[in-house]
């Protein structure tokens, strides 16, 4: 009974949050000033915002319709369709429903797999999160980064940037905030480059 009400909660949650986004994506939470402003950085069309807040909702939902487990245990970032998905799960089975999953949703284009079968510890994911925040705030405040376009998952000390870099010099300068962070081991990108196509690149 608690389960069932728990799952309940969680899915009005996030399509509550979905509603709010698609019906007034920056709006929603700044003001109209701030949103333009955000909006004139902001690489993607609002459409493709809305559509990539609906790709995250629907698998965040489906994941938690498979189980618990993978709802806590997979990352998902989206952008123009693409799809990252990280985490370290039980078993190789969770690894490929993620995928299924993901590869089910609609309007997605590509599946990033990132997702390893595994354990860690909660010590491991508070430093993770730490070097998360810790990036966040360095690609913000450096002005000659659009800090909007980038998403950032940290998973066993590994950072996974998700997005859209204005060149190449803009992400390699991310890529080298990121080797700065302390406790970063490596450093994988998924971000598209506006001037030189994809870029997937280890470090």
């Given at each position: 009974m608690f389960r069932s009400a728990f799952r309940g909660f969680v899915v009005a949650s996030l399509i509550a949050a979905s509603a709010a986004g698609l019906s007034g994506c920056a709006g929603a939470v700044l003001g109209a000033g701030a949103a333009a402003g955000v909006a004139a950085f902001e690489e993607r069309p609002l459409r493709t915002i809305a559509t990539d807040t609906k790709?995250?909702?629907q698998l965040r939902v489906a994941l938690l319709e498979e189980s618990e487990r993978h709802f806590a245990k997979v990352g998902i970032?989206?952008?123009e369709g693409r799809v990252l998905l990280t985490g370290i799960v039980d078993s190789e089975k969770m690894r490929a429903d993620a995928v299924r999953l993901a590869w089910k949703t609609e309007n997605v284009k590509e599946v990033l797999n990132e997702v390893?079968?595994?354990s860690g510890s909660l010590m491991d994911?508070?430093?993770d999160?730490?070097?998360t925040a810790r990036l966040t705030t360095k690609i913000a405040v450096d002005k000659d980064v659009l800090a909007i376009n980038y998403a950032i998952e940290t998973v066993g000390a590994t950072v996974y940037l998700m997005g859209?870099?204005?060149d190449q010099a803009e992400?390699?300068?991310v890529i080298a905030h990121a080797r700065e962070v302390s406790y970063?081991?490596?450093v994988i990108s998924h971000v598209r480059v506006k001037t030189a196509g994809a870029a997937g690149a280890a470090s």
């Open positions: 790709i995250a909702t970032e989206v952008f390893f079968v595994g994911t508070a430093k999160s730490w070097i859209i870099a204005q992400l390699d300068r970063v081991r490596k």
